[in-house]
T-cell receptor, first 116, second 112 residues
Framework: KAGVTQTPRYLIKTRGQQVTLSCSPI?????VSWYQQTPGQGLQFLFE???????NKGNFPGRFSGRQFSNSRSEMNVSTLELGDSALYLC???????????????FGPGTRLTVL | GESVGLHLPTLSVQEGDNSIINCAYS??????FIWYKQESGKGPQFIIDIRSNMDKRQGQRVTVLLNKTVKHLSLQIAATQPGDSAVYFC???????????FGPGTRLSVLP
């Protein structure tokens, strides 16, 4: 079974631009979460999507948004990029077990975004 | 605020020795925990998980221990190998969605 895939792997943008990152979850996984990883802040939760609906959101400004498609693939968008948005953006997918709890969240390799 | 933290930011062990990586959590409502390994340039790799209704779970060369009384989680790696060198994160799920809180990570260095 293929793992979580993310595209592109590397991206360089300039301040003020916007960017869209893509994530394909493991087949059968309907929950997709996004995280930002930086040396200073570590791994921080951005948001989670399940069945095309955002279920949870972390403490990030509205410039960060996402969506999920009917095939569970997800995209996240960052508008009006700032230097501080430079980070590794990680996507993770998971299944839902009976009772609504989660199971084995698996990560993709990430997209390395550099904002100049 | 509440957070998941680690007691040791760096850990160096001799090849063949056992490693123990510790993690403290503060939310007693957390019901699911995962240990991840992250190598340079890669995403976190799932190692082992444990739910709050258990206090021990074993995998291949790894054991996770959960002490809910003192809100402590540990990862034990048996016969540590050079390939185990990485940063290890504990992650805590607080019961509402796939929203995990990660600790700052511990860097494990395996010495020859």
């Amino acid at each position: 079974k293929a793992g979580v895939t993310q595209t592109p792997r590397y991206l360089i943008k300039t301040r003020g631009q916007q960017v869209t990152l893509s994530c394909s979850p493991i087949s059968g996984h309907r929950s997709v979460s996004w995280y930002q990883q930086t040396p200073g802040q570590g791994l921080q939760f951005l948001f989670e999507y399940f069945s095309e609906t955002q279920r949870n959101k972390g403490n990030f400004p509205g410039r960060f948004s996402g969506r999920q498609f009917s095939n569970s693939r997800s995209e996240m968008n960052v508008s009006t990029l700032e230097l501080g948005d430079s980070a590794l953006y990680l996507c993770a997918s998971s299944t839902i077990v009976a009772g609504g709890s989660y199971n084995e969240q698996f990560f993709g390799p990430g997209t390395r975004l550099t904002v100049l | 605020g509440e957070s998941v933290g680690l007691h040791l930011p760096t850990l160096s062990v001799q090849e063949g020795d056992n490693s123990i990586i510790n993690c403290a959590y503060s939310n007693s409502a957390s019901d699911y925990f995962i240990w991840y390994k992250q190598e340079s340039g890669k995403g976190p790799q799932f190692i082992i998980d444990i739910r709050s209704n258990m206090d021990k779970r074993q995998g291949q060369r790894v054991t996770v221990l959960l002490n809910k009384t003192v809100k402590h989680l540990s990862l034990q790696i048996a016969a540590t190998q050079p390939g185990d060198s990485a940063v290890y994160f504990c992650a805590e799920n607080r019961g509402y969605g796939q929203n995990f809180v990660f600790g700052p990570g511990t860097r494990l260095s395996v010495l020859p």
